[in-house]
């Protein structure tokens, strides 16, 4: 199976939910709010019971890569998803609604494991609080690549949390798609995921084409010297894309109300990726991808 656009990450269905005063885990989200919160699977669990009282806004497949594949699909580009979902209802869910935008799943199932579920708590401002457990979607082994469609894809789209574990394999996947001509993207996903492994990161950037990531994570990493494109995210500070030394800065689009913020960066980069495609035009590439990012600030239902 060929695939213009190959994404591998996090199989993750994400639940968009409502959070409120009266959660017995109210004031955890609050403290946390804006980023990412780890909690027991026992706290977890407890949340999912939270979203079966009818708190849910929004379920749909997720994980980083997965939400800029549908950004892409939905303008027109042809894409697979390579990720691990488990032997339940939300791993038939992930990869039906994979197929529902038109991208490829190509899934390795693991039985007896639950998918991995993220949870996106949205407060009254559209501010998201996100707390996750990816379980089966954690770990990925080489032998459950589809290593044909690896080098048949023209490019090659992998999320920083897959580093996670799985970093040998990441570094593996990046240098072989590479010598089989294709072009490769990489989005560094989490400050601290960039701390953790920024040595394993480093020693891809000459194989990679594109790195997205907001200020903080390029802080984290150390600036974006010897990346041959670099394309950093400033949230209402708009754009600013480091091409061969040469920086420039995008103003950010109007956005009339912020509804939710969840999946933004996501979107913007699979808008990029479309554009950047097919002509390289680094202008054109960020403009799609803010329009992108805004209809997903705009809508709850967007990308989440």
């Not at 497949?61 to 488990?86: D, T, Y």
Request: hydrophobic letters at 45%; aromatic letters at 10%.
């Amino acid at each position: 199976m060929s695939a213009v656009l190959l994404g591998m990450g996090n199989a993750l269905v994400d639940f968009a939910a409502e959070v409120m005063p009266d959660q017995p885990f109210y004031a955890e989200i609050k403290q946390n709010k804006g980023g990412f919160f780890h909690t027991s699977e026992e706290e977890f669990e407890a949340m999912e019971q939270e979203l079966a009282k009818g708190r849910i806004i929004k379920r749909s497949c997720g994980g980083s890569v997965a939400n800029s594949l549908k950004a892409f699909a939905k303008l027109g580009g042809k894409a697979a998803f390579v990720g691990r979902i488990g032997d339940d209802e939300l791993g038939a869910y992930f990869a039906e609604d994979l197929h529902k935008f038109g991208i490829s799943p190509i899934l390795n199932q693991a039985m007896a494991q639950r998918s991995g579920c993220s949870i996106v708590w949205l407060d009254e401002n559209g501010e998201k609080t996100i707390c996750a457990k990816r379980r089966a979607a954690k770990e990925f082994r080489e032998n459950w690549l589809d290593w044909k469609a690896l080098a048949e894809s023209d490019w090659l789209f992998v999320e920083g949390y897959w580093l996670d574990v799985n970093a040998s394999l990441v570094v593996k996947i990046i240098k072989t798609a590479v010598a089989a001509g294709a072009k490769v993207a990489f989005t560094l996903s989490d400050p601290k995921m960039v701390v953790e492994y920024k040595p394993r990161i480093k020693n891809i950037l000459p194989f990679v084409d594109i790195v997205f990531g907001n200020e903080a994570e390029f802080e984290a990493l150390g600036g974006c010297r010897k990346i041959k494109l670099a394309v950093k995210t400033m949230g209402g500070n708009g754009v600013e894309t480091c091409y061969k030394g040469k920086i420039m800065h995008y103003a950010p689009l109007r956005v009339e109300r912020v509804v939710s913020t969840t999946g933004a960066g996501d979107a913007f980069a699979g808008g990029f990726l479309f554009r950047y495609m097919q002509d390289g035009n680094i202008r054109g590439a960020v403009s799609l991808g803010q329009k992108c990012a805004v209809q997903v600030l705009e809508s709850q239902n967007s990308h989440v």
